[in-house]
């Protein structure tokens, strides 16, 4: 009970609660998480519901409580989290709550806005400054000529002179061109002219639009300034250049005032002679200094409200969301008649009913209210959600079956056994001792750091996933440990603790004359006896043949857990069918699914182990070395009805007397089992329909149906009315049947084809780890002397990148993902059904910590 | 038969140990028939994939091809001398 085995059993409650105790009680409900209400008015729509009011509320604290977060954020100010969370506020504080943030919001905008305010203010003051001193040294350049000048004309050829001096562009001389001629003696004309900032980069087209518009009848002179200046709506830092522009007459003033305007350039009035400006530059200074005071108050003040808020935010979010998610709950009770009480109904675990009714007797304690709540159970025919009870150990396992499909209720849960089965498979594919003992060195690491891990949450989804599975990482580095020993493979390099039990005895001449030599089996080459534990050191030093020895190997034990693993899962399919008393499927499925399997399947593993045994180097002729069939072969001729080639001089074609015979009736007995998947249960059905329906024929209809629902029990539950109905029922029974048991026959072959890939990626993991130690570290110890030294910590830097970046993690993750694959499809196949539902209690912890989900939902 | 008789014992003692030793010994909890169940695959996993190994090499029908100087490194590091002649 209460194990991960099977999902909880959940019951149906019924929930009777005082209007006054509601509040309270769901709010204990969201404390204790164990509880999941159903929506009992599903077609009111979001916006006519009881509690609508109060939701809208806590949204509106909602969105100020985030105005204060963004306003904070922006300022940099640290947010107390401690992490604790406070309990939902009684409603009554609700208000008080709501008139708080109201406060602070006010004030806190109204800051805002005297600080634009003055920011503005102070903009226009530096740009004048700027505008005062960049004229400044416009005038001063042509001061002497201008002011001894009389006339408007010669002080207006002056400038020209000026720009012509400079060379400045081609634009004051066209200017000046047309300025010569426009002021021809006789023509007195007034010289005006205008100052003002612009966004830097909008100055090229300015002119352009000037030059145009004006056709070339104004002079326009820029200066940058040098520093940026603050953009007081949204903040940025922005450059300008100050510019000013002389012109003829009126109808050129409104018009250049015009395209300033258009331009969004700010104007500002500069006095025509030095004195007014240098006063005005003064006058300038001396406010800017008062607005910087101000302005810094402003600042202070701002900084000393949101510290405060800062103080408390996390704690408000929590309150506010607690109070939000008790009336969105509330909101999904009916309303008795007498508008007295609340009625709720909700998905139970069962061992917790004494929890929850105990939380239901404090929360009405809490409100005061005199009448206790009502649990009631309830028969339902409605399927209950899937619970699996999980701690942090078991979590990241039951993630990576509910990824697949979640659960039928009570439906035997894989993943108790994917806690050992997924690191192992895993691990004959990553088998190395070396790496393993990285990664389960990393996944330690994360769970003893566990705590301090878990606090800093981070946004970083790559970092979260290693994270959520660093059990899954550790024993999956642990057994890749183990397997990496037996393999006898530590970064593609062998370990000789027993002592190779193979042994030279050649003559030193003889491995002088020969590039390559072949130890014998059958003579004192090799001791008689395997090395105690694990592959032979000699094997990874025997280059020319490792691959083959190893291949054999490996291919057999591929298979050999792959049809275990199965054979497993198909065992699990009886748990399914005797919990759920589905007798049908227990004969009709189980029984032949299991047959098939063993008589194939495991038969050919049965060979294979024969095979280790038998036939051996020393032996005489029928069972030496010469004579060992090929397991793989004798599969494919035992399953055709092949007669089998002729073996070697002096050998047997089988491996034992009367195989010829057991092969074919385990064929002939597998082939039977097939016909018995195909019609056996539907066939079962359609007789006890007809039965039901024969002997029960006076009395209504309705029983007899119920009466084949409780035969046919699974798939064939949903009885419908009348025989037209059955008959349907039944030919799809017979389709479903069918695929059924195609998908079974076909999927043995090819899944147990599938297990091959514990082999190829485990072959390929040994060999590029074997080509990193001999294209990479090799050619750094090969170096001698000072030189040596440097060459192989580089070397080694290297080949330590590689083998963590693309042995431990990459090869890793395709293991893993290979891995995923056997158990979903391979494994999972027998047995799981996995289209169940989730329990999702409504918990406090969950909601918090997505708050942004729940408001989604509420909107 | 190629079997030494005290490496399968050790070996298959030590994962009896572990599949069947510590399940019996697990505390009583929420949590001992899942403790028990990762025992027992733990050691059945183990001690199948050990005992594969061995019998893979029990009756070896191939021997190593080793090249000239692994030869020579053998005989210099594992003690085991060639013959003279």
């Known amino acids: 009970m209460g194990s991960l085995f099977r999902s909880e059993e959940m019951t149906l409650c019924q929930l009777f609660l005082q209007s006054e105790a509601a509040y309270a009680c769901v709010s204990e409900l969201g404390e204790l998480g164990l509880v999941q209400f159903r929506d009992l008015n599903p077609d009111v729509n979001a916006f006519q519901r009881k509690f609508v009011n109060e939701v809208r509320r806590c949204d509106e604290m909602e969105r100020k409580l985030r105005y204060l977060e963004k306003e904070i954020k922006k300022d940099g100010i640290p947010m107390l989290d401690t992490g604790e969370s406070p309990e939902a506020p009684q409603p009554r504080e609700m208000i008080d709550l709501e008139a708080t943030f109201e406060k602070l919001e006010n004030e806190l905008r109204e800051v805002n806005q005297n600080a634009e305010a003055l920011k503005r203010n102070f903009l226009e003051l530096t740009e004048l400054k700027h505008i005062l001193r960049k004229t400044q040294v416009f005038f001063d350049e042509s001061v002497p000529t201008i002011y001894k000048s009389t006339s408007h004309s010669s002080k207006y050829r002056r400038y020209l002179q000026m720009a012509d001096n400079q060379n400045e562009d081609e634009q004051a001389q066209l200017l000046g061109e047309e300025g010569v001629r426009a002021s021809q003696p006789g023509q007195n004309l007034k010289l005006g002219f205008v100052a003002g900032v612009i966004l830097r980069e909008k100055l090229p087209a300015f002119e352009r639009m000037l030059w145009r518009a004006c056709r070339g009848n104004v002079f326009l002179r820029q200066a940058m300034i040098e520093s940026p200046l603050e953009d007081p709506t949204n903040g940025d830092q922005v450059y300008k250049s100050v510019f000013i522009i002389f012109f003829q007459g009126d109808q050129l003033k409104s018009r250049v005032k015009k395209i300033c305007e258009g331009f969004r350039a700010t104007l500002y009035p500069c006095p025509e002679a030095p004195a007014d400006r240098r006063e005005m530059a003064m006058g300038v200074m001396t406010r800017i200094e008062d607005l910087n005071t101000v302005l810094g108050q402003t600042q202070d003040h701002r900084h000393r409200v949101l510290v405060a808020a800062a103080k408390n935010l996390k704690n408000w979010f929590v309150k506010v969301r607690k109070i939000k998610a008790i009336y969105h709950t509330l909101n999904l009770f009916n309303l008795d008649v007498t508008q007295k009480c609340l009625i709720a109904e909700c998905w139970v675990p069962l061992l917790d009913i004494e929890t929850i009714q105990l939380a239901l007797r404090r929360g009405t304690e809490r409100s005061g209210s005199s009448v206790p709540p009502i649990l009631n159970r309830m028969q339902t025919f409605e399927n209950p959600p899937t619970y699996n009870r999980t701690n942090k150990f078991t979590k990241a396992f039951q993630a990576l079956i509910d990824a697949y499909g979640v659960a039928n209720y009570r439906e035997m849960n894989p993943a108790p056994y994917t806690i050992i089965t997924f690191p192992f498979l895993f691990a004959i594919m990553f088998g190395d001792l070396g790496h393993g003992a990285i990664m389960a060195l990393f996944g330690l690491w994360m769970i003893r750091k566990e705590k301090g891990l878990a606090a800093q949450k981070t946004d970083n989804e790559i970092w979260n996933i290693f994270f959520g599975g660093r059990y899954i990482i550790f024993l999956m580095g642990v057994f890749s440990m183990y397997t990496g020993m037996i393999y006898n493979d530590i970064f593609s390099k062998s370990l000789n603790i027993f002592g190779s039990h193979w042994h030279l005895s050649y003559n030193k001449s003889t491995v002088m004359d020969n590039k390559e030599l072949q130890l014998n089996p059958g003579t004192s080459d090799y001791e008689g006896t395997p090395y105690p534990f694990g592959m032979d050191p000699i094997w990874q030093i025997a280059g020319a043949n490792k691959i083959i020895f190893h291949n054999a190997y490996k291919m057999k034990i591929s298979i050999i857990f792959g049809v275990i693993h199965m054979t497993f899962g198909v065992i699990m399919s009886w748990h399914n069918h005797t919990y759920f008393r589905n007798r049908l499927s227990l004969v009709y499925e189980f029984i032949p699914q299991l047959l098939f399997l063993l008589l194939l399947f495991s038969y050919m593993v049965l060979l294979m182990f024969i095979k280790w045994n038998r036939y051996a180097a020393t032996n005489p002729m029928p069972y030496s070395e010469s004579c060992a069939p090929s397991i793989l072969i004798t599969f494919i001729d035992m399953v055709l009805f092949n007669k089998p080639k002729d073996p070697p001089e002096g050998c047997k074609v089988y491996m034992f007397s009367g195989q010829g015979f057991f092969q074919s009736l385990f064929v002939l007995l597998a082939i039977c089992c097939i016909p018995v998947m195909l019609l056996g249960k539907p066939i079962k059905i359609m007789q006890a329909r007809k039965l039901a329906n024969e002997e029960v024929q006076p009395i209504t209809g309705a029983t007899s149906d119920a009466e084949v629902g409780g035969v046919s029990n699974g798939s064939a539950s949903h009885g419908g009315g009348g025989d037209q109905h059955d008959e349907e029922e039944i030919s799809e029974i017979f389709i479903h049947q069918g695929i059924h048991t195609i998908e079974y026959v076909l999927g043995s072959v090819s899944h147990t084809a599938s297990y091959l890939r514990l082999w190829a990626l485990s072959l390929a993991h040994a060999q590029l780890a074997d080509v990193l130690w001999t294209m990479v570290l090799s050619t750094g110890l090969k170096q001698e002397g000072w030189l040596g030294g440097i060459m192989l910590t580089i070397v080694f830097a290297f080949w330590a990148i590689l083998t963590i970046g693309i042995l431990v993690l990459m090869e890793g993750l395709s293991a893993f993902l290979h891995t995923l694959r056997l158990h979903w499809v391979e494994f999972q196949s027998k047995f799981y059904m996995g289209q169940g539902y989730a329990f999702q209690p409504f918990a406090f912890d969950a909601i918090i910590e997505n708050g942004s989900a729940s408001s989604g939902e509420a909107d | ?85």
């Open chain 2, 1 to 85: 038969m190629g079997a030494a008789f005290f490496p399968i014992f050790f070996f298959t003692a030590l994962w009896g140990g572990v599949g069947i030793g510590l399940p019996i010994m697990t505390p009583k909890g929420p949590h001992q028939n899942l403790i028990r169940c990762i025992l027992m695959l733990t050691a059945a996993c183990c001690w199948l994939f050990w005992l594969c190994c061995y019998m893979a090499q029990m009756n070896p029908l191939i021997g190593p091809r080793l090249k000239r100087d692994a030869i020579q490194m053998i005989a210099k590091s594992w003690d085991n001398p060639l013959k003279d002649g």
